[in-house]
């Protein structure tokens, strides 16, 4: 059996406006669609740098453009499968949607991580998510997650 590969588009997180993130989602899902052949897409969301502000662990975006806690991020990936799905639903389409921050900087701490690795942003979309685990011979990890965003549950 011979199956295509699977696309991929990868974003630096400018902005924390939902809306904006919304409608990228809806233009990517709209994308989606033109891709009749190729049912399984990959979207990865780079929130930044990790760190921390006032006491809370989130990501400094990047060109300096602010601090987002985690729950912030959560939101922003959250709005992202929306509007995905918002242009997707009905078809056999399914969006992999990885989001996290990078490895780079004094934040890459353990207890960053973990707050990352915690977030419940899947709230009102039905996926299955799951960390993504940093091998022992890396930094340790960063919150890195995949999510599954489709109409079928976990997969088995």
């Given at each position: 059996?011979?199956?295509?590969?699977?696309?991929?588009?990868?974003?630096?997180?400018?902005?924390?406006?939902?809306?904006?993130?919304?409608?990228?989602?809806?233009?990517?899902?709209?994308?989606?669609?033109?891709?009749?052949?190729?049912?399984?897409?990959?979207?990865?969301?780079?929130?930044?740098?990790?760190?921390?502000?006032?006491?809370?662990?989130?990501?400094?975006?990047?060109?300096?453009?602010?601090?987002?806690?985690?729950?912030?991020?959560?939101?922003?990936?959250?709005?992202?499968?929306l509007?995905?799905?918002?242009?997707?639903?009905?078809?056999?389409?399914?969006l992999?949607?990885?989001?996290?921050?990078?490895?780079?900087?004094?934040?890459?701490?353990?207890?960053?991580?973990?707050?990352?690795?915690?977030?419940?942003?899947?709230?009102?979309?039905?996926?299955?998510?799951?960390?993504?685990?940093?091998?022992?011979?890396?930094?340790?990890?960063?919150?890195?997650?995949?999510?599954?965003?489709?109409?079928?549950g976990?997969?088995?």
């Open positions: 059996m011979n199956f295509p590969p699977i696309e991929s588009t990868s974003y630096y997180v400018g902005s924390t406006n939902q809306s904006q993130i919304y409608a990228l989602g809806q233009s990517d899902g709209t994308a989606a669609l033109q891709c009749p052949d190729n049912k399984t897409h990959l979207v990865i969301l780079d929130i930044g740098t990790p760190g921390a502000s006032g006491g809370i662990y989130g990501a400094w975006m990047p060109r300096n453009k602010g601090f987002v806690p985690v729950f912030t991020g959560g939101a922003l990936a959250q709005q992202y499968a509007g995905w799905l918002n242009r997707t639903s009905g078809t056999n389409h399914q992999w949607l990885a989001f996290g921050v990078n490895n780079f900087g004094s934040g890459v701490v353990q207890t960053n991580a973990s707050a990352w690795s915690t977030l419940s942003y899947a709230r009102g979309v039905a996926c299955f998510a799951e960390p993504v685990r940093v091998p022992p011979t890396s930094k340790p990890g960063t919150g890195r997650h995949r999510v599954r965003v489709g109409r079928s976990p997969p088995a």
